[in-house]
């Protein structure tokens, strides 16, 4: 149990104090009493490493407890005669994963896996050149640490999933799964009740009180002909618009309190917490899986499968564990001397969503930042709810464009608008989160140091570049090398610099940018001093200095029909040449989606656990 939860040892802090310190006794008693509110571990399912020990024989496990499996292990254990096991190498979520405001304080900590790529012809201004890729270990997964937009993709990308074979797959076929788990704050009419549910899980928080600077954002880009939009997740997805978000009250509302948090006493179903699984297991002498191999407390626990395992790991996790297992390139398992199960091109297809950043500035109140306004805000926070961390704001603006068609419904580029006030290091370190070099962290923060900085990130949404996973070596607690790519087809760059010039670098030419002063500036990086600014020349430079992930890995454990070379897995998630083995999260994904992933993830979810469903009530009744 955590501290602040523990009633005799808060006691014991509060007494130390003595009648001396009673306001201040008093005011650390509603502190650590609304700390256990919002992130107390009576909210989420306890450890079941005893009945694992007891019994560990289970119809389904589900490996990964992320924004995919939470959702599938939810689902399953619906059916009260299956006995479900969910595994997650994290433990709880804590402070920094549910207040939302916080969302970056996330990486490198123990919540976070900590990836990096490595070193290519892209994140050139990074240390080792490897840009960080962070990945949530904590139950929730991503969807922990994740800054909770919620955003569909476009109709484009399902139907296109489906023309190539993926049947079941269409945006008609995938809607009610993300209506499904919905609980839609917005109001409902005739127009919103086709794309939005009130009756799932998941609290979406559709709201239009827009801050300042958030208005100014909207302001400056209708300024440039880009449509005011009110349901990216409607009808078009184009325009700009203050995003939807799954944020409950003044917490994250993530995979984990959506959808574990309500069913955590359900007694078919079992979550085992920092627990590593480290290989799928095979009857021997067959392809059909028996279980897998859990690494806890230095201890190796053998689980059994009576029906399936799904493996939900995410797109770094889940290739690593099916090659450790044997299922992936032969070639490569080989030298890894890895007995292979089946010859499949697991790792492969690897597609993210890579940005590049403007900066704009203006001169501002440099006491936000300050640490006496931080603790002010956080007592704000835990004691009322209120105050500048309980969302998102002022980062919620996101808006949708093609750069080659005005009149498209679907986009390339995705911005987004990140605003940091003044010494945001004292609260906010985005550059140093992710390893920056010496040079770029100096010259942001000399930027940073009594000005307001606008990132103006353009995301190249469909990328044409892939790139790959490989094991380092077969030890399951290394870290495998991450090969993004980025940029490695041209056409992407040019996606990149087109969108900078249409949008980002416009910006400052508005009236809404130009009332209160802001301005375009660069960082004068050495790498890029030789070119004009600007210039294509330099954007591409920019671009591959400071290259940034918006951790978005998908597509390396790709669906695809048996005639897709490339495919690993079938419409229903099935892994070919394997009995008994699912793959559901954003690995299977044949291309990334145009937009976030948290969200289609969990449709992924969604989806699967009725594909099983409906498999093993089917094969009962033929029994």
Not at 65 to 77: D, E, F, I, K, Y
Not at 190 to 205: A, F, P, R, S
Not at 309 to 317: K, L, Q
Not at 381 to 408: E, Q, W
């Amino acid at each position: 149990m955590s501290w602040a939860c523990d009633p005799a040892l808060t006691a014991n802090i509060v007494n130390s104090y003595g009648a001396a310190g009673t306001l201040f006794t008093q005011t650390l008693t509603s502190f650590l009493a609304a700390q256990c509110a919002v992130v107390g571990d009576h909210l989420w399912p306890d450890d079941a490493i005893d009945a694992v020990l007891k019994d560990p024989n289970y119809d389904f496990i589900v490996v990964g407890a992320g924004s995919a499996g939470s959702v599938v292990a939810n689902r399953l254990s619906e059916v009260p005669d299956w006995k479900v096991l969910l595994i997650e190498a994290g433990g709880n979520p804590q402070l920094s994963t549910v207040m939302p405001q916080v969302f970056y304080n996330s990486m490198k900590t123990d919540l976070d896996w900590g990836y990096k790529t490595q070193p290519q012809n892209s994140c050139r201004s990074y240390k080792n050149k490897a840009c960080a890729w962070p990945r949530g270990k904590v139950l929730g997964g991503c969807g922990s640490i994740n800054a909770m937009f919620y955003v569909r993709g476009n109709r484009l990308d399902y139907d296109t999933w489906a023309a190539d074979g993926n049947y079941g797959w269409s945006y008609d076929d995938v809607l009610p799964y993300f209506i499904k788990s919905e609980k839609y704050n917005g109001q409902i009419n005739e127009e919103t009740k086709k794309y939005h549910g009130k009756d799932g899980y998941l609290n979406i928080e559709d709201s239009k009180d827009y801050d300042f600077i958030e208005r100014l954002i909207v302001e400056a880009a209708v300024e440039l002909g880009m449509k005011n939009s009110t349901d990216i997740n409607g009808d078009s997805q184009m325009g700009i618009i203050l995003a939807q978000s799954n944020v409950k009250g003044n917490v994250r509302h993530g995979p984990a309190r959506a959808f574990l948090s309500p069913v955590k006493d359900r007694k078919n179903l079992h979550v085992l917490k920092n627990s590593h699984v480290t290989k799928i297991l095979f009857i021997p002498g067959t392809n059909k899986v028996s279980g897998v191999k859990v690494h806890k407390n230095g201890k190796e626990i053998i689980v059994n499968a009576r029906k399936e395992v799904v493996v939900s790991g995410g797109a770094i996790n889940s290739p690593q564990i099916l090659m450790l297992s044997g299922i992936g390139p032969r070639k490569h398992l080989e030298e890894m001397d890895i007995e292979v199960k089946v010859d499949l091109p697991v790792g492969e297809n690897l597609q993210d969503h890579v940005f590049a950043p403007t900066f704009y500035t203006v001169p501002g109140d440099t006491s936000l930042a300050s640490l006496e306004n931080i603790v002010r805000e956080l007592g704000n926070y835990m004691l009322a709810g209120t105050g500048a961390f309980k969302d998102v704001r002022p980062h919620r603006v996101i808006s949708f464009a093609n750069t080659t068609d005005p009149t498209s419904t679907s986009p390339d580029i995705q911005f987004h608008y990140l605003v940091l006030p003044p010494k945001s290091r004292n609260m906010l370190d985005v550059f140093e989160k992710h390893d920056l070099n010496e040079e770029v962290y100096n010259k942001f923060h000399e930027l940073n140091s009594e000005k307001i900085v606008i990132l103006v990130f353009s995301v190249v949404l469909h990328p044409k570049s892939s790139g790959t996973i490989l094991l380092k070596n077969k030890n399951p607690f290394e870290h495998p090398l991450i090969y993004a790519n980025y940029f490695e087809d041209r056409e992407d760059m040019e996606t990149i610099i087109r969108a900078t010039k249409q949008h980002s670098l416009k910006l400052g030419d508005t009236n809404a940018f130009k009332k209160i002063g802001l301005q375009l500036e660069w960082l004068e990086i050495d790498a890029c001093k030789e070119f004009e600014k600007a210039s294509d020349e330099h954007l591409e430079c920019i671009a591959r200095e400071l290259t940034f992930s918006l951790y978005h890995p998908t597509s390396t454990v790709k669906m695809g029909p048996k005639s897709d070379k490339g495919a690993v897995v079938d419409p229903e998630l099935r892994v070919y040449g394997v009995e008994g083995l699912r793959v559901a999260d954003a690995s299977i994904m044949p291309f990334v989606v145009r937009g976030n992933t948290n969200v289609p993830t969990m449709m992924i979810g969604e989806k699967a656990a009725d594909m099983i469903k409906k498999f093993w009530t089917d094969r009962h009744q033929e029994l």
